[in-house]
């Protein structure tokens, strides 16, 4: 029988001939076909997690954490480990090579001092490059020869010197005075540029542009406020109490009873009509003349209806320091009879 493991030698069991195995016995057929099978399957497997992979992540793109959410379990780990590794590689290396170079120039100045002690001379230090550097920015005469530049006024021991501005120093003024004439020919004369007022314009421009489109692609659903009729919706009146603490405590007190400046709401009494016509009308155009803003302006009249269906709601309720009463007494008409109902019931 065939042995396809290691293929060598296939061992017949009715005699003790043996001969190689060229791979085309039965048995290596089938071997070959189940790992062509698996291989097959197995690429299906995989390029079905691949798709469902990619789908999630199209799905929950939004969700998707941050690296900083979950650092560890994060797919940018190992980038963001090897760049950090590198970074702290080069500073080593950078140290490194600083630490080399003053060490080799230690050595020079050894040697340096070195030879000028066996010719019997003064050892003058070379001049760094930070030094060339500042002494060409600077410009200063050196401390030797400021006799030079010394001024014949004296005062206690204190002298003067005459030095001449620093190069750097001068260049700074001119590229100020070149920097000022850009700037007066770019914003004021030829007007290329606009001014921080113009720009501020602008800017508010803009944004009101993109508050009215934003403005239209949210589109309120009208509120006819002639057939309002008032009902004790929860989900209105918690809006309309969530609209109403933000907006309305300050003149009215938090239980609606009323301050220095707004009327109690709570009571039978009303300025401006007691309807929730009369109250919703009030809401959205305000009253000027007495502090209250319309709101109408500033709210959707979704929110304005809120609001005025929760103040209607306070009817009836017991503020703590309640204002005393202003305006008219209003009584809700009572509602018309079912003449249909009347006349079954007759």
């Known amino acids: 029988m065939c042995n396809p493991k290691n293929d060598i030698q296939s061992v017949k069991p009715d005699n003790d001939s043996t001969k190689k195995c060229t791979g085309k016995c039965k048995e290596c057929r089938e071997k070959k076909k189940r790992e062509h099978s698996t291989l097959i399957k197995s690429l299906a497997l995989l390029t079905l997690l691949l798709v469902t992979t990619l789908s999630a992540s199209a799905q929950d793109a939004a969700k998707e954490l941050t690296f900083w959410d979950d650092p560890f379990n994060s797919p940018m780990l190992p980038l963001y480990t090897i760049t950090t590794l ?8 950078a140290f490194v090579g600083f630490y080399l170079v003053k060490v080799v120039n230690l050595l020079t100045v050894e040697a340096e001092k070195e030879r000028a002690r066996q010719r019997g001379v003064v050892y003058k230090p070379r001049p760094t490059w930070w030094s060339k550097f500042m002494k060409q920015v600077n410009d200063s005469v050196p401390i030797e020869e ?3 530049v010394e001024l014949d006024h004296n005062y206690d021991g204190i002298k003067e010197l005459d030095n001449h501005l620093p190069p750097w120093w001068t260049w700074l003024f001119v590229g100020t005075v070149v920097w000022g004439a850009i700037y007066l020919f770019v914003y004021h004369i030829s007007d290329n540029l606009p001014l921080q007022q113009q720009e501020y314009q602008n800017e508010v421009a ?8 934003f403005q239209a692609s949210q589109p309120q659903a009208a509120i006819d406020e002639n057939t309002l009729a008032y009902e004790k919706d929860a989900a209105i009146l918690t809006s309309g109490q969530n609209i109403f603490t933000i907006n309305c405590v300050a003149c009215h007190a938090k239980d609606g009873g009323g301050n220095a400046i707004g009327p109690n ?16 009308t009030t809401v959205k155009n305000g009253v000027v003349e007495k502090g209250m803003p319309a709101w109408g302006k500033n709210m959707s009249p979704k929110d304005v209806r809120d609001v005025a269906f929760y103040v209607m709601s306070l009817q009836g309720t017991k503020p703590e320091n309640p204002k005393a009463a202003q305006g008219d007494l209003y009584k809700p008409e009572p509602a018309a009879a079912d003449t249909t109902k009347v006349q079954a019931s007759l």
């Open 206 to 213: 803009l944004a009101e542009e993109a508050a009215l489109k």
């Open 265 to 280: 709401l709570a009571d039978e009494y009303w300025l401006h009509g007691g309807s929730i016509k009369n109250i919703f």
């Open 146 to 148: 400021e006799a030079s």
């Open 86 to 93: 590198i970074f702290i590689m080069i500073l080593l290396i």
